[in-house]
């Protein structure tokens, strides 16, 4: 590296920085409105060799060089599927189960970018979060039967994607399906929301309960 001059930068405490540049992410466009959702970022460098974890809003000290960020929000007390995995390039990939059910998402948000660190530079990228699942709100009636003999309800949705690009375009591919059970009132009337990454226009949406 350059040899350090006394125009270097220092950190926030005024002890001098150890690092050659000084990054601030800053995460807009986010629709979440619960004021203790979680953010998290990870910037990892493009040839995969650093990452850094680092908090929203919050300058840290980063080699130079060119790195991808990624940051996802969750609301307070969810968290995503066992099995899921974010690559690098910004696909979310769910896993399934032995009979291709998925598991409900929560509602979160996610965001993808690139960013150049110079060495010397304090600089600030604004990063825009974006709405990942979609929701589907379903509800309905049970008529024709004798309603005190029906403890619940199961609800099976096909032709669901497993996979989805940050930036929102759905991954089509091998259709999967996601269930839910649901508790049914008196006059009949139930109701579920699912969260999903999209659904997967190759092939066929049904509903069967």
Do not use: C, W
């Not at 696909?91 to 009979?99: D, F, G, P, W, Y």
């Not at 409900?104 to 530079?121: A, Q």
């Not at 996601?178 to 699912?194: H, L």
């Amino acid at each position: 590296f350059p040899t350090r001059r006394s125009s270097d930068l220092v950190n926030p405490d005024h002890t001098e920085s150890i690092r050659p540049g000084m990054l601030t992410i800053n995460l807009t466009g986010s629709t979440i409105t619960d004021t203790s959702a979680i953010s998290t970022i990870t910037i990892t460098s493009i040839d995969g060799k650093r990452a850094y974890r680092v908090n929203p809003f919050q300058s840290f000290d980063v080699d130079e060089g060119q790195y991808t960020v990624i940051a996802q929000k969750l609301p307070a007390g969810t968290t995503l599927p066992a099995g899921t995995t974010i690559s690098q390039a910004g696909v979310i990939s769910l896993s399934t189960s032995s009979n291709d059910n998925l598991l409900s998402l929560p509602d979160f948000e996610m965001g993808i970018d690139t960013v150049n660190v110079v060495y010397n530079t304090s600089s600030t990228h604004n990063l825009l979060m974006r709405q990942i699942t979609r929701k589907l709100h379903v509800k309905s009636t049970l008529t024709g039967v004798d309603l005190s003999k029906v403890e619940s309800v199961i609800m099976t949705i096909t032709g669901i994607a497993s996979q989805k690009q940050i930036d929102g375009k759905v991954i089509n591919g091998k259709s999967h399906k996601i269930s839910s059970i649901m508790d049914i009132s008196k006059d009949g009337v139930f109701e579920t929301d699912f969260h999903i990454l999209g659904t997967d226009s190759s092939t066929v949406q049904n509903i069967i309960i």
